[in-house]
């Protein structure tokens, strides 16, 4: 989710404005919006600041094993989740994968 936060001349939240959508460029081109929304930044009467730190994202990848089961893995800024499996070797395989990705260590 993309943030941005209104702020008065004191660096103050005045306002927050939210935007959800469904492709990277999506948010990219959405949060360029909201900044460049002089009719928000007027109701809101601060200066648009975009709030990175705080945005939020995730992606929901379905994956088939090849023993055919079917499970979800969820990607986020800050976790990494397993679902809808039954096979403890899906999860061995995954968690042996994750340790090799540096950024996920």
Same mark, same amino acid.
């Given at each position: 989710?993309?943030?941005?936060?209104?702020?008065?001349?004191?660096?103050?939240?005045?306002?927050?404005?939210?935007?959800?959508?469904?492709?990277?460029?999506?948010?990219?081109?959405?949060?360029?919006?909201? %900044?460049?929304?002089?009719?928000?930044?007027?109701?809101?009467?601060?200066?648009?600041?975009?709030? *990175?730190?705080? =945005? $939020? !994202?995730?992606?929901?990848?379905?994956?088939?094993?090849?023993?055919?089961?079917?499970?979800?893995?969820? %990607?986020?800024?800050?976790?990494?989740?397993?679902?809808?499996?039954?096979?403890?070797?899906?999860? *061995?395989?995954? =968690? $042996? !994968?994750?340790?090799?990705?540096?950024?996920?260590?």
């Amino acid at each position: 989710m993309a943030k941005v936060v209104y702020q008065d001349t004191n660096a103050k939240t005045v306002g927050t404005e939210n935007g959800k959508y469904t492709s990277i460029a999506g948010f990219n081109a959405g949060a360029a919006a909201i %900044l460049a929304d002089t009719d928000l930044t007027a109701a809101h009467g601060g200066t648009p600041v975009r709030d *990175t730190p705080n =945005e $939020t !994202w995730s992606v929901m990848l379905r994956c088939r094993d090849p023993n055919g089961e079917i499970y979800n893995i969820t %990607l986020t800024r800050k976790n990494m989740s397993l679902t809808s499996y039954s096979d403890d070797g899906i999860r *061995t395989k995954i =968690e $042996t !994968w994750a340790d090799t990705v540096a950024v996920l260590a």
